[in-house]
């Protein structure tokens, strides 16, 4: 399979009045094309900027650090002009937000929200425009889909609204997509029609796919291949079947036996005592070595490099590693 | 030593309506009987709208109630004045989904969890009260010097744990848990809930536990309620709703949850609902799941189910429940 993206040594800081904070630190990997890539972690773990990173949406106080590369089929999509990520974003790479409501414009009915990035890429008239709007709801499982473009996002459910954000992020075919927390605001039934929603359309079109979530159960049955990040650093990735039946870093690990699991009686939940480091001053060693029960002195010197256990399936931790 | 099964919590028919707009009536609420034991937790829940946490506090009179009686030991929550009320108000204590919005920012910590402390006078002298304030900041994890910071130093965990000294802080019985763990991140989510276990255990605490995460309301109930547009579905112990759910509303939710782990994920069939939540200002007549049930039949559309008990400690609201087992 060809990699489709693939991120160097990509390092995103923010200056802000308490310091610099380090949001992503020098992170690479790659993302194959025709997969489902998941990137895990908690909150403020970078997921969400490594994302907006390859949409070329970091804005000041933001910085990507130089030396950082993104490759989009060879192309180092980091020195870009704006002309250039315009023509990028939409037709190459496309995102889905998290919170609908708040992404789509509420003065603006759905149908001219959509028809709007046809328009701007492609050379069509406004009511062919209008017909591919309607493809498109359709092809997003909205029942009613030429009545619908006229009204405006109030009058959809939250359900209805991320499916009409995936439908605008999927007019013009882009070859990657990238859903950010795509259901996280939404209940859980809501939250399985959508996903086997993006699945057949996923499998359908063979699109590529990077979500980003905290949520490893959703993960489980959509991706192939994981990303586990953790305090601005990816510190495993691997296969589904990697990462869920053979966790190699502690984080992993304890992440998974964390979540309370509806097919089985668990007496308590094991916890991961403490919390996630302040990214303005992130410890020198491992970040995840305050809170991890296996920790050894060189887990608070220094960062391990990555060990590859067996074919994609990489891990940072000393445990892993001989020359501790 | 209180008997086991002594209902410390008894509502009967509780409706609570709110008025929007003209003639329009939300029914969030509408006729739900159900009890809650002592010592025990009962959790709740159901999608975005179905009327739990509106449930919640309509039980320990945050809200007025619209129809119906919650007894609390016997008395009429709703009717309880001067003394009683405030007796009522010390036993009874609510933890807040929103850490960032239940805490006034304009409060020192130890300021916070005082005020109960303070307007029940349970201390006398101020030492006292720092004593305590330091005593239950320890209780819940956190540091004893904590409480002279300000709510905006700490993280979503930690004023959680802020969010549950306040409640402790007047020595409650019965406290309402409402989403207090939708907030957090999954690795805090566990602290919390192992938080509210261990003290349940210390104190012979009584939870409400209002949720929309059916795996952590699994874990820490003993028995679950599951509501659906104002009204109970299925009331059943943990582990039944989990291995038997007769409900099929119960089914469709538990077959939505996914569960990390992808070997299980791929053999799992998936019980659909047509549609989405219909607004609980017109809702459906009959059965309110009727028109998203997939075995809806003509008697669903016309008669309402009452909740009927199918096994000890078992009841559903459900005209086909029982031919679908056959």
């Known amino acids: 399979m060809d990699t489709i993206l693939k991120v160097e040594n990509l390092s995103v800081l923010f200056r802000t009045y308490a310091g610099e904070v380090q949001a992503v630190r020098d992170i690479s990997f790659e993302i194959e094309e025709g997969n489902v890539t998941a990137i895990v972690g908690e909150s403020g773990c970078g997921k969400s900027v490594t994302s907006r990173s390859i949409m070329g949406l970091i804005k000041k106080p933001g910085i990507v650090s130089e030396g950082s590369k993104i490759f989009f089929r060879d192309e180092n999509i980091l020195a870009y002009t704006e002309k250039q990520w315009e023509k990028y974003r939409g037709q190459k790479c496309s995102m889905v937000f998290q919170d609908a409501l708040t992404a789509l414009n509420p003065t603006m009915n759905i149908g001219k929200q959509i028809t709007e990035k046809i328009l701007v890429h492609r050379k069509v008239s406004k009511k062919e425009a209008w017909q591919e709007g309607i493809r498109m709801l359709e092809l997003v499982g909205i029942p009613n889909a030429a009545m619908r473009m006229k009204q405006y996002p109030h009058e959809f459910s939250g359900g209805m609204r991320q499916r009409v954000m995936i439908a605008i992020a999927l007019t013009l075919n882009p070859e990657l997509l990238i859903a950010d927390e795509p259901t996280t605001a939404l209940d859980v039934t809501i939250q399985a029609d959508i996903l086997e929603m993006m699945k057949g359309i996923q499998k359908e079109q063979g699109m590529t796919i990077i979500l980003i979530t905290h949520d490893l159960g959703i993960v489980a049955n959509f991706a192939q291949d994981i990303i586990v990040m953790y305090a601005g650093k990816v510190v495993e990735k691997g296969s589904s079947e990697d990462i869920f039946y053979h966790p190699a870093h502690p984080y992993t690990e304890a992440l998974l036996r964390a979540v309370p699991r509806l097919d089985v009686m668990e007496e308590t939940l094991e916890t991961i005592e403490g919390a996630p480091p302040n990214m303005a001053n992130p410890p020198t060693g491992c970040p995840f070595a305050a809170r991890c029960r296996k920790k050894m002195p060189v887990c608070e010197q220094r960062f391990p490099d990555k060990i590859t256990l067996v074919e994609g399936h990489e891990v940072c931790c000393w445990l892993q590693r001989e020359d501790k | ?326």
Do not use: W
């Open chain 2, 1 to 326: 030593m209180a008997n086991k099964d002594t209902k410390l919590l008894e509502v009967y028919g509780l409706k609570k309506y709110f008025e929007i707009g003209k003639q329009k009536t939300l029914k969030a609420v509408d006729d739900v009987s159900f009890y809650i034991r002592k010592g025990e937790t009962l959790g709740v829940v159901g999608e975005s709208g179905c009327g739990k946490t509106t449930c919640g506090r309509t039980c320990i009179a945050l809200y007025e109630k619209t129809g119906g009686q919650v007894m609390y030991r016997g008395e009429d929550v709703h009717l309880m004045k001067g003394e009683k009320r405030r007796k009522f108000t010390k036993q009874v204590q609510i933890i807040f989904q929103d850490p960032y919005a239940s805490l006034d920012p304009k409060m020192k910590v130890q300021e916070i969890i005082a005020e109960g402390i303070r307007s029940h006078e349970m201390a006398e002298t101020e030492d006292e009260i720092r004593k305590r304030v330091e005593d239950l900041l320890v209780t819940v994890g956190l540091d004893a010097s904590y409480g002279n910071r300000f709510v905006h130093e700490f993280s979503g965990g930690q004023r959680q744990r802020i969010g549950i000294a306040r409640a402790l802080a007047v020595e409650p019985e019965f406290i309402v848990c409402d989403e207090p763990i939708s907030a957090l991140d999954v690795s805090i989510q566990a602290q919390i809930v192992n938080l509210l276990e261990r003290l349940q255990k210390k104190r012979g605490l009584t939870y409400m536990f209002i949720a929309h995460d059916l795996s952590m309301v699994k874990h820490i109930s003993d028995r679950v309620m599951v509501m659906y547009l104002g009204k109970i579905m299925e009331i059943t112990t943990s582990e039944n709703l989990y291995l038997k759910p007769e409900h099929p509303y119960t089914q469709a939710l538990l077959s939505a949850i996914p569960i990390p782990d992808p070997h299980v994920e791929e053999k799992k069939v998936r019980i659909r609902m047509e549609g989405e939540v219909p607004s609980p200002v017109n809702p459906p007549a009959g059965c309110r799941f009727q028109n998203r049930c997939p075995y809806a039949i003509e008697k669903c559309q016309i008669e309402e189910p009452v909740l009927k008990k199918v096994e000890d400690e078992h009841f559903v609201a459900c005209h086909r429940c029982k031919d679908l087992k056959k």
